[in-house]
Protein backbone atom coordinates (compact mmCIF):
# COMPACT_ATOMS: atom_id res chain seq x y z
CA UNK A 1 0.00 0.00 0.00
CA UNK A 2 1.25 3.49 -1.44
CA UNK A 3 0.77 7.11 1.43
CA UNK A 4 0.37 9.59 -0.93
CA UNK A 5 1.93 13.63 -0.40
CA UNK A 6 0.51 15.91 -2.73
CA UNK A 7 2.35 19.27 -2.44
CA UNK A 8 5.29 17.34 -1.88
CA UNK A 9 8.04 19.71 -2.91
CA UNK A 10 7.33 22.03 -0.15
CA UNK A 11 9.93 22.33 2.61
CA UNK A 12 6.93 20.14 5.29
CA UNK A 13 6.14 17.70 2.22
CA UNK A 14 9.91 16.80 1.77
CA UNK A 15 10.18 16.46 5.75
CA UNK A 16 7.75 14.43 6.47
CA UNK A 17 8.65 11.99 3.25
CA UNK A 18 12.01 11.53 4.85
CA UNK A 19 10.76 10.68 8.34
CA UNK A 20 8.02 7.66 6.21
CA UNK A 21 10.44 6.56 4.06
CA UNK A 22 12.48 5.73 7.00
CA UNK A 23 10.24 3.52 8.71
CA UNK A 24 9.86 1.64 5.20
CA UNK A 25 6.94 3.17 3.96
CA UNK A 26 6.09 3.07 0.29
CA UNK A 27 5.29 6.60 -1.01
CA UNK A 28 4.16 8.42 -3.69
CA UNK A 29 5.17 12.22 -4.09
CA UNK A 30 3.55 14.64 -6.19
CA UNK A 31 3.83 18.48 -6.93
CA UNK A 32 4.01 21.43 -9.75
CA UNK A 33 7.73 20.88 -9.71
CA UNK A 34 9.80 17.40 -8.40
CA UNK A 35 10.73 17.47 -4.86
CA UNK A 36 14.84 18.20 -5.13
CA UNK A 37 15.58 15.13 -3.07
CA UNK A 38 13.17 12.52 -2.62
CA UNK A 39 14.04 9.25 -0.40
CA UNK A 40 15.06 6.54 -2.26
CA UNK A 41 12.19 4.22 -3.70
CA UNK A 42 9.63 7.10 -3.50
CA UNK A 43 7.53 7.21 -7.05
CA UNK A 44 7.71 11.46 -7.66
CA UNK A 45 4.49 12.60 -9.92
CA UNK A 46 4.73 15.84 -11.38
CA UNK A 47 2.26 18.23 -13.13
CA UNK A 48 -1.39 19.95 -11.97
CA UNK A 49 -3.03 17.56 -9.49
CA UNK A 50 -6.11 18.13 -10.98
CA UNK A 51 -4.46 16.46 -14.35
CA UNK A 52 -2.67 13.64 -12.27
CA UNK A 53 -5.27 12.53 -9.65
CA UNK A 54 -6.20 9.08 -10.96
CA UNK A 55 -2.03 8.40 -11.40
CA UNK A 56 -1.46 9.70 -7.74
CA UNK A 57 -4.61 8.17 -6.02
CA UNK A 58 -5.08 4.83 -6.63
CA UNK A 59 -6.69 1.59 -5.52
CA UNK A 60 -2.63 0.81 -3.86
CA UNK A 61 -3.24 4.30 -2.23
CA UNK A 62 -3.46 3.75 1.96
CA UNK A 63 -3.29 7.34 2.82
CA UNK A 64 -3.06 10.67 1.43
CA UNK A 65 -1.18 13.68 3.38
CA UNK A 66 -2.90 16.79 1.59
CA UNK A 67 -0.13 19.53 1.47
CA UNK A 68 -0.69 21.23 -1.91
CA UNK A 69 -1.84 24.83 -0.61
CA UNK A 70 -1.97 28.16 -2.13
CA UNK A 71 -0.61 30.26 1.05
CA UNK A 72 -2.02 33.60 2.78
CA UNK A 73 -0.90 36.71 0.92
CA UNK A 74 -1.36 34.64 -2.44
CA UNK A 75 -5.08 33.50 -1.59
CA UNK A 76 -5.57 36.99 -0.77
CA UNK A 77 -4.28 38.39 -3.56
CA UNK A 78 -5.94 35.76 -6.51
CA UNK A 79 -9.26 35.05 -5.21
CA UNK A 80 -9.98 32.61 -8.13
CA UNK A 81 -6.96 30.36 -7.26
CA UNK A 82 -6.90 30.60 -3.80
CA UNK A 83 -10.23 28.76 -4.06
CA UNK A 84 -9.06 26.71 -6.77
CA UNK A 85 -6.42 25.13 -4.99
CA UNK A 86 -7.22 25.27 -1.15
CA UNK A 87 -11.06 24.40 -1.63
CA UNK A 88 -11.48 22.59 -4.76
CA UNK A 89 -8.67 20.66 -5.26
CA UNK A 90 -9.54 19.63 -2.13
CA UNK A 91 -12.49 18.26 -2.61
CA UNK A 92 -11.14 16.53 -5.74
CA UNK A 93 -8.80 14.61 -3.68
CA UNK A 94 -11.69 13.59 -0.84
CA UNK A 95 -13.75 12.50 -4.20
CA UNK A 96 -10.71 10.35 -5.63
CA UNK A 97 -10.86 8.73 -2.46
CA UNK A 98 -14.68 8.34 -2.00
CA UNK A 99 -14.37 6.76 -5.71
CA UNK A 100 -12.04 3.83 -3.99
CA UNK A 101 -14.51 2.65 -1.40
CA UNK A 102 -11.91 1.53 0.99
CA UNK A 103 -12.27 4.58 3.18
CA UNK A 104 -8.63 5.45 2.85
CA UNK A 105 -6.51 7.63 5.64
CA UNK A 106 -6.73 11.86 4.29
CA UNK A 107 -4.51 13.86 6.61
CA UNK A 108 -4.81 17.96 5.56
CA UNK A 109 -3.50 20.80 7.41
CA UNK A 110 -5.29 23.90 8.41
CA UNK A 111 -4.70 27.39 9.76
CA UNK A 112 -5.29 29.11 12.49
CA UNK A 113 -6.32 31.69 10.13
CA UNK A 114 -9.56 29.93 10.77
CA UNK A 115 -10.07 32.02 14.07
CA UNK A 116 -10.06 35.54 13.52
CA UNK A 117 -8.80 38.05 15.27
CA UNK A 118 -10.14 36.88 18.50
CA UNK A 119 -7.88 37.07 21.93
CA UNK A 120 -7.62 33.81 22.94
CA UNK A 121 -8.22 29.98 20.74
CA UNK A 122 -9.46 26.61 22.92
CA UNK A 123 -10.11 23.37 21.95
CA UNK A 124 -14.38 24.89 21.70
CA UNK A 125 -13.29 28.73 19.95
CA UNK A 126 -15.32 28.59 16.61
CA UNK A 127 -14.11 28.98 13.32
CA UNK A 128 -14.26 32.74 12.31
CA UNK A 129 -12.16 33.98 9.70
CA UNK A 130 -11.31 36.98 8.64
CA UNK A 131 -9.01 36.48 5.15
CA UNK A 132 -10.27 34.33 1.88
CA UNK A 133 -7.19 32.23 2.70
CA UNK A 134 -8.75 31.74 6.12
CA UNK A 135 -12.22 31.03 4.70
CA UNK A 136 -10.79 28.45 2.17
CA UNK A 137 -8.90 26.53 5.26
CA UNK A 138 -12.45 26.85 7.50
CA UNK A 139 -14.77 25.17 4.53
CA UNK A 140 -11.72 22.94 3.72
CA UNK A 141 -12.24 21.35 7.98
CA UNK A 142 -16.02 20.92 7.38
CA UNK A 143 -15.33 19.35 4.08
CA UNK A 144 -12.44 16.53 5.60
CA UNK A 145 -14.61 16.36 8.55
CA UNK A 146 -18.21 15.24 6.45
CA UNK A 147 -15.86 13.08 4.43
CA UNK A 148 -14.71 12.00 7.38
CA UNK A 149 -18.54 11.69 9.14
CA UNK A 150 -19.84 9.69 6.06
CA UNK A 151 -17.22 6.81 6.27
CA UNK A 152 -15.62 8.07 2.73
CA UNK A 153 -12.27 8.78 4.21
CA UNK A 154 -10.73 8.18 7.57
CA UNK A 155 -10.48 11.62 7.89
CA UNK A 156 -8.57 14.50 10.02
CA UNK A 157 -7.46 17.84 10.17
CA UNK A 158 -4.69 19.44 11.77
CA UNK A 159 -4.45 23.06 12.48
CA UNK A 160 -0.80 24.41 12.33
CA UNK A 161 0.97 27.60 13.79
CA UNK A 162 3.18 29.82 11.67
CA UNK A 163 6.32 28.03 11.27
CA UNK A 164 9.64 29.53 12.00
CA UNK A 165 12.35 29.45 11.18
CA UNK A 166 10.87 27.95 7.10
CA UNK A 167 14.58 27.25 5.31
CA UNK A 168 14.86 28.84 2.01
CA UNK A 169 13.96 31.79 0.51
CA UNK A 170 10.87 34.27 1.00
CA UNK A 171 7.44 32.83 -0.35
CA UNK A 172 4.28 34.32 -0.72
CA UNK A 173 2.94 33.78 3.04
CA UNK A 174 1.88 37.03 4.76
CA UNK A 175 3.55 35.49 7.72
CA UNK A 176 6.79 34.66 6.15
CA UNK A 177 8.14 37.31 8.17
CA UNK A 178 8.09 35.74 10.86
CA UNK A 179 11.03 33.17 9.63
CA UNK A 180 12.92 36.14 7.54
CA UNK A 181 13.54 38.62 10.11
CA UNK A 182 15.82 35.03 12.11
CA UNK A 183 16.51 33.75 9.03
CA UNK A 184 18.03 36.54 6.90
CA UNK A 185 20.21 38.09 9.95
CA UNK A 186 21.51 34.10 10.91
CA UNK A 187 23.12 34.33 7.78
CA UNK A 188 24.23 37.68 7.49
CA UNK A 189 21.60 39.22 5.16
CA UNK A 190 19.27 42.60 5.79
CA UNK A 191 15.46 41.40 6.44
CA UNK A 192 12.30 43.77 6.49
CA UNK A 193 9.51 43.18 8.89
CA UNK A 194 6.32 44.68 7.97
CA UNK A 195 4.58 44.49 11.29
CA UNK A 196 5.31 46.35 14.52
CA UNK A 197 7.43 44.88 17.32
CA UNK A 198 4.28 44.45 19.79
CA UNK A 199 2.51 41.71 17.41
CA UNK A 200 1.72 38.73 18.69
CA UNK A 201 2.18 35.43 16.91
CA UNK A 202 1.54 31.70 17.46
CA UNK A 203 4.16 29.98 16.37
CA UNK A 204 6.39 26.30 16.38
CA UNK A 205 9.32 25.14 14.17
CA UNK A 206 9.96 23.04 11.51
CA UNK A 207 10.73 20.09 13.55
CA UNK A 208 7.66 20.28 16.20
CA UNK A 209 5.49 21.24 12.80
CA UNK A 210 6.51 17.69 11.02
CA UNK A 211 6.04 15.39 14.42
CA UNK A 212 2.93 17.11 14.84
CA UNK A 213 2.04 15.74 11.07
CA UNK A 214 3.16 12.41 11.52
CA UNK A 215 1.65 12.00 15.28
CA UNK A 216 -1.85 12.87 13.21
CA UNK A 217 -1.32 10.64 11.00
CA UNK A 218 -0.54 7.91 13.80
CA UNK A 219 -3.23 8.38 15.31
CA UNK A 220 -6.17 5.48 15.56
CA UNK A 221 -9.57 7.19 14.12
CA UNK A 222 -11.66 7.21 17.32
CA UNK A 223 -9.27 10.15 18.68
CA UNK A 224 -10.24 12.42 15.65
CA UNK A 225 -14.04 11.81 16.19
CA UNK A 226 -16.70 13.72 16.19
CA UNK A 227 -14.95 16.38 15.58
CA UNK A 228 -11.67 15.78 12.85
CA UNK A 229 -9.71 19.30 13.41
CA UNK A 230 -7.14 19.79 16.06
CA UNK A 231 -5.05 22.82 16.96
CA UNK A 232 -1.51 21.58 17.19
CA UNK A 233 1.31 22.88 19.73
CA UNK A 234 2.57 26.48 19.79
CA UNK A 235 4.08 28.80 21.37
CA UNK A 236 3.68 32.90 21.62
CA UNK A 237 5.93 35.24 21.15
CA UNK A 238 5.93 38.84 20.24
CA UNK A 239 8.27 40.22 17.34
CA UNK A 240 9.80 41.73 19.79
CA UNK A 241 10.65 38.65 21.68
CA UNK A 242 11.97 37.48 18.75
CA UNK A 243 14.40 40.24 18.24
CA UNK A 244 15.74 39.64 21.58
CA UNK A 245 15.99 35.61 20.94
CA UNK A 246 18.09 36.76 17.32
CA UNK A 247 20.53 38.89 19.26
CA UNK A 248 21.13 36.13 21.80
CA UNK A 249 21.78 33.69 19.30
CA UNK A 250 24.27 35.95 17.67
CA UNK A 251 22.21 37.45 14.67
CA UNK A 252 22.68 40.97 13.87
CA UNK A 253 19.48 42.47 14.57
CA UNK A 254 20.37 45.80 13.07
CA UNK A 255 19.71 43.66 9.60
CA UNK A 256 16.24 44.03 10.78
CA UNK A 257 14.31 47.07 8.95
CA UNK A 258 10.88 47.92 10.34
CA UNK A 259 9.02 49.42 7.44
CA UNK A 260 5.48 48.52 8.53
CA UNK A 261 2.99 47.47 5.84
CA UNK A 262 -0.66 47.65 5.96
CA UNK A 263 -1.99 44.99 3.32
CA UNK A 264 0.01 42.06 5.81
CA UNK A 265 -0.42 43.41 9.13
CA UNK A 266 -4.34 43.26 8.25
CA UNK A 267 -3.96 39.83 7.00
CA UNK A 268 -1.70 38.52 10.00
CA UNK A 269 -3.40 40.83 12.48
CA UNK A 270 -6.29 39.12 11.93
CA UNK A 271 -5.00 35.57 13.40
CA UNK A 272 -4.94 34.54 16.84
CA UNK A 273 -2.10 34.39 18.72
CA UNK A 274 -2.92 32.69 22.13
CA UNK A 275 -3.70 29.37 22.18
CA UNK A 276 -4.55 26.56 24.33
CA UNK A 277 -4.04 23.16 23.15
CA UNK A 278 -5.33 20.65 25.51
CA UNK A 279 -7.04 18.07 23.18
CA UNK A 280 -3.75 18.13 21.14
CA UNK A 281 -1.46 17.44 24.25
CA UNK A 282 -3.90 14.78 25.70
CA UNK A 283 -3.20 12.88 22.33
CA UNK A 284 0.82 12.94 22.56
CA UNK A 285 1.01 15.70 20.06
CA UNK A 286 4.67 17.13 20.81
CA UNK A 287 5.21 20.51 22.86
CA UNK A 288 6.66 23.31 20.86
CA UNK A 289 10.32 24.34 21.23
CA UNK A 290 11.09 27.62 22.59
CA UNK A 291 12.23 30.84 20.72
CA UNK A 292 16.04 29.83 21.66
CA UNK A 293 15.57 26.17 20.62
CA UNK A 294 14.03 27.03 17.21
CA UNK A 295 16.89 29.43 16.47
CA UNK A 296 19.29 26.54 17.50
CA UNK A 297 17.45 24.18 15.25
CA UNK A 298 17.97 26.51 12.74
CA UNK A 299 21.58 26.75 12.91
CA UNK A 300 22.08 23.17 13.01
CA UNK A 301 20.00 22.43 10.03
CA UNK A 302 22.08 24.95 8.14
CA UNK A 303 25.10 23.65 9.13
CA UNK A 304 24.37 19.87 8.23
CA UNK A 305 22.71 21.15 4.82
CA UNK A 306 24.10 19.45 1.43
CA UNK A 307 25.77 21.68 -0.57
CA UNK A 308 23.65 22.79 -3.94
Known sequence: ??????????????????????????????????????????????????????????????????????????????????????????????????????????????????????????????????????????????????????????????????????????????SGFASGILREPLAGEPSTCPVSEELGIWLASPSTVTAAILHGYDLPASDFAPWRAINTPGITVSVGEMMAALERNGGDVGLVRFERDPKIESIVGSWPARFETPRALSLGFPAAADLDGMIAEHIAEMAAAPAD
Open 1 to 174: MTVTITGAAGFLGQRVAVELAKRGTRLLLTDIVPPPRPPPGAEVVVGELSETLPKVITQETSAVINLAAVVSSGAEADFDHGYAVNLLLLREQLEACRALGTCPKFVSTSSLAVFGAVERVDDATAAMPQSSYGTQKALGELLVNDYGRRGFVDGRTLRLPTVSIRPGKPNAAA
